[in-house]
């Protein structure tokens, strides 16, 4: 069946991962709580005064557009550039074998306990560009590659922290996270794009 784990090896390695990411998501959630009295899914002081309706709205909104753009910008990437491609292929290891069940677990869990951390506790605190700097920083990998996925992790960053203070609500952070991070961990594991430039073109 499709939603069960693979292999004992790849349900495990996702099982700790996912773990790790809870762990990250309650530590954020403590620290914030102790460091500046407050919630981390609620900026302090947004650039907007929106009613929590209009918050909580305006936040999913912008992070479903978000998502849509970045996975958009993806495809095109890969389909036109060599560094997407060599991006792309660096990475899929880490996706090749994933489940349905374990995409959606991590992408999931990945995306709150990031959430939390970079855009709930840091962004409040260091601001969005500085907060941004630091999610693109940890998106650190091995390969010629490394360089390339920080940066594109930085500018995913400052999109994800601009909507979280801009309406205060870590809803649509968290949309956008989650959903780009499904969409594109199916797309490593089920596109090849060496096969795709094999195949003949009408």
Not at 37 to 44: K, L
Not at 146 to 157: E, H, K
Not at 185 to 192: A, N, Q
């Amino acid at each position: 069946m499709a939603s069960r784990w693979p292999r004992t090896g790849r349900a495990d390695a996702t099982l700790r991962a996912a773990s790790g990411y809870l762990v990250l998501a309650v530590l954020a959630t403590s620290l914030a709580l102790v460091l500046r009295d407050g919630a981390p899914w609620i900026h302090p002081s947004p650039w907007l005064r929106l009613p929590l309706w209009a918050a909580l709205l305006s936040s999913a909104v912008l992070g479903f557009t978000l998502a849509a753009v970045v996975v958009l910008m993806t495809r095109i990437a890969v389909a036109r550039f060599t560094w997407a491609r060599r991006l792309h292929a660096e990475l899929r290891p880490v996706a090749r074998d994933l489940s349905l069940s374990q995409v959606l677990l991590l992408a999931g869990l990945s995306s709150l306990g990031e959430e939390l951390l970079f855009r709930g506790l840091l962004t409040p605190l260091l601001g969005v560009p500085l907060s941004a700097l630091l999610f693109g920083l940890a998106h650190q990998m091995r390969g010629p590659s490394r360089w390339v996925w920080v940066a594109w992790a930085l500018v995913v960053g400052l999109g994800l922290g601009a909507i979280f203070a801009a309406t205060g609500s870590l809803v649509g952070p968290f949309l956008a996270h989650a959903v780009v991070n499904a969409v594109n961990l199916s797309y490593l594991r089920d596109h090849d794009p060496d096969d795709a430039e094999q195949q003949p073109t009408l």
